[in-house]
């Protein structure tokens, strides 16, 4: 019985313990939160927008200025981005990025060869799924959410536009966590090349969009084409960002929450262990004092 007393005993003061960290990971992802919440919030009007001008250029443009980043050809080889965190106790943040990642390969690319169907990973809990795998990965801006910065983001967004205007890659589908709530995330699968044209809307007046452009039409969109889609990519990275630290938040908030019953019902045991060790050693005292009253 004083063993069993010992093992509750033991496992309270564990769960108080782990109690404790998942409260202040809570709190520390709060805090984190708020600044990552803010910034995708004031950036995700800005690049909307600049996304839907973006498919109304290539859409308007048509054969007088060619934009290479819309021209469409034979999937042969694809670029799978999938943007995860670098740390775990997030619920199932990541698991979703990889199932939908596995879900889009399976659906859309099964028929090229596994190393045609290319993973960049941005976040290392990503990688860790993926590293024995026949696919071809790249690492190369795995540690990207260390110095999440615009300038930062520029580069890998770089790499992905030289390798589609290479030819190393014919179609880019990027899968992120999109930022609702601090208990909601929406897993997004969005092609970011070639550039998708408007589809027209059922029911509406089929109207070409047109732009006055100021200097030439083709100096203009060359130049501004490449910088909306740092922009789309760089609100991609910031709303998994958000998205990241309010799953880690309502994952910590309900193992918090597990722990406090947890608790409720190792102490309800730990005190009828307590009674029955109370009430056998009153039992064995009478027992002992009946004895001897007989003898």
Known sequence: MAGKLKEVRTRITSVISTQQI???????????????????????????????????????????????????????????????????????????????????????????????????????????VYKRSAYTLNTDFMNLFTAVDFENVSRATSYIKEGFLKGEFDEVQVVYNKFKNAATQILETEQFLPIKKLEPVAGAKNVKSDYIYDPEKEQMILELVPKILNTSFYRYILDSNASEHGARMTAMDKASDNANELLKELKISYNRARQAAITTELTEIVSGAAALQGN
Do not use: W
């Open 22 to 128: 998942t409260k202040a990971m809570k709190m520390v992802s709060a805090a984190k939160l708020r600044r990552a919440q803010d910034r995708i919030l004031q950036m995700r009007p800005y690049a909307l927008k600049m996304g839907e001008l973006l498919s109304n250029i290539a859409d308007a443009a048509g054969q007088d200025v060619k934009i290479d980043f819309a021209q469409s050809r034979e999937v042969k080889s694809v670029l799978l981005v999938a943007i995860t965190s670098d740390k775990g106790l997030c619920g199932a943040f990541n698991a979703n990025v990889m199932k939908q990642i596995r879900k889009t390969i399976e659906d859309d690319y099964n028929h090229l060869p596994k190393a045609n169907v290319k993973i960049m990973f941005i976040g290392k809990k990503g990688y860790d």
